[in-house]
């Protein structure tokens, strides 16, 4: 397996290509490798490593740390028993990739409303933690059960266009790299939601540039129910403590989790405080953000240390008469992430039109309707769905 960006080539040719390095395309890939053995596929991220929203930042300017900048833990509430499901959760659980997650969980604000809280969408079921950094997680992932099996890993690469001509994909990146591919795998909808044309500084859609209007009944449905759908942008602070910073009480787990209430996420800012405890035993801490203001006042921001100072002293005036989190000294490091890759919100997209047969075209994340639309849950199940749709179809066209 190929780890590293291909930097001397600029022409690569793949029988299967994945857009999107998340949770999701790496559960598709591993179950897609363990079944197609002798096929040769690539797999495209725009950022530094896998995970997508539920990856690890290592700083480069930080060394040592390793903070899980989006979800450090998911929960899985499978209440239509999917036994799909199941069954992969039972995977990970007894290759020891994953745990049952026992760190504490603490509301701030109305504690009348916790237990509501608990059982929430994202709450609700098994909670789990990676035993890895959550990168890790989706690297072993991809790895499993697939050392003789042939997978290249793009990073760094921005798709920006897309062609279909002669039943061939051919993806052109930012840097001028030509993919040629006989199936593609969108597990991200960055190329398929108009969001995508300021990112990309298009003036169109690229799917929608590679198959036009009226050329294919799902294609239209699924880009019209794509330009519905909403997503919940976040800013996420990283916070790289003082070696002898440490909790006030003892506490000896990996994580410990803060949740705002409503009235006091409007005053600070801030939706949930994770702290995050290191392999050299430093504290780290991640705050998100979904904030509007706070990400138009960022966005516009011309000192970024004074935008630092604010996220410490709302910190500290959060966490002022706390028994258990010590105040911060404003001589802490902390980095700054603007997500591209958002929580999709609203308008779900139905399983139906996951494969496109056509023009070898297929869909997988957590943008998909059903247990877990918006969640871990959903990008793992509808990327086993997936899988066993292509394998099918895949069996059905070797009997003919």
Not at 1 to 13: D, G, L, V, Y
Not at 124 to 148: A, P, T
Not at 262 to 270: T, V
Not at 302 to 312: A, G, H, L, S, V
């Amino acid at each position: 397996m190929s780890t590293t960006p291909k930097i001397m080539e600029s022409n690569f040719s793949y029988d299967l290509t994945i857009i999107g390095g998340g949770i999701s395309a790496c559960v598709f890939a591993s179950k897609y490798l363990q079944n197609n053995i002798t096929k040769k596929i690539a797999l495209i991220e725009v950022g530094r490593g896998l995970g997508g929203r539920s990856s690890t930042r290592i700083s480069e300017t930080f060394k040592g740390w390793k903070l899980n900048h989006g979800a450090p833990n998911f929960n899985i509430s499978n209440t239509k028993n999917n036994l799909l499901l199941k069954n992969y959760i039972d995977e990970l659980l007894e290759n020891k990739f994953i745990k049952i997650d026992d760190s504490e969980l603490i509301s701030l604000g109305d504690e009348s409303k916790f237990d509501t809280f608990k059982n929430s969408e994202f709450y609700r079921g098994n909670n789990y933690q990676s035993l890895f950094s959550m990168r890790e997680l989706s690297q072993k992932i991809i790895e499993f059960k697939n050392s003789g099996s042939k997978i290249d890993l793009f990073f760094e690469t921005l798709i920006t266009d897309l062609k279909f001509n002669n039943d061939v994909w051919t993806l052109i990146s930012e840097n001028g790299d030509i993919f040629k591919s006989k199936y593609l795998i969108c597990s991200t909808n960055l190329l398929l939601h108009k969001r995508s044309l300021k990112i990309l500084k298009k003036n169109e859609i690229p799917l929608r540039k590679a198959i036009p209007k009226n050329k294919d009944k799902k294609i239209d449905l699924l880009l019209n129910l794509l330009d519905k759908q909403s997503f919940i942008p976040r800013l996420t602070f990283l916070i790289y403590t003082n070696e002898d910073y440490s909790y006030k009480d003892f506490y000896s787990r990996k994580y410990r989790y803060f949740y705002l209430k409503k009235s006091l996420e409007n005053k600070y800012k801030f939706e949930r405080i994770i702290f995050q405890l290191q392999d050299n035993n430093k504290l780290g801490i991640v705050v998100h953000s979904k904030n509007i203001d706070f990400l138009n006042s960022y966005t516009n921001a011309k000192d970024e240390d004074f935008f630092k100072q604010t996220i410490f002293a709302n910190f500290n005036e959060l966490f002022s008469n706390n028994a258990s989190v010590n105040q911060l000294t404003f001589n802490e490091g902390m980095s700054i992430m603007k997500w591209r890759a958002s929580q999709p919100f609203g308008s779900a997209v139905p399983l139906s039109l996951q494969f496109i047969r056509k023009y070898r075209i297929a869909f997988c994340g957590d943008w998909f309707e059903g247990e877990g639309f918006g969640r871990i849950e959903g990008s793992i199940l509808s990327a086993l769905i997936l899988e066993e749709k292509i394998r099918n179809y895949s069996n059905n066209c070797l009997s003919i």
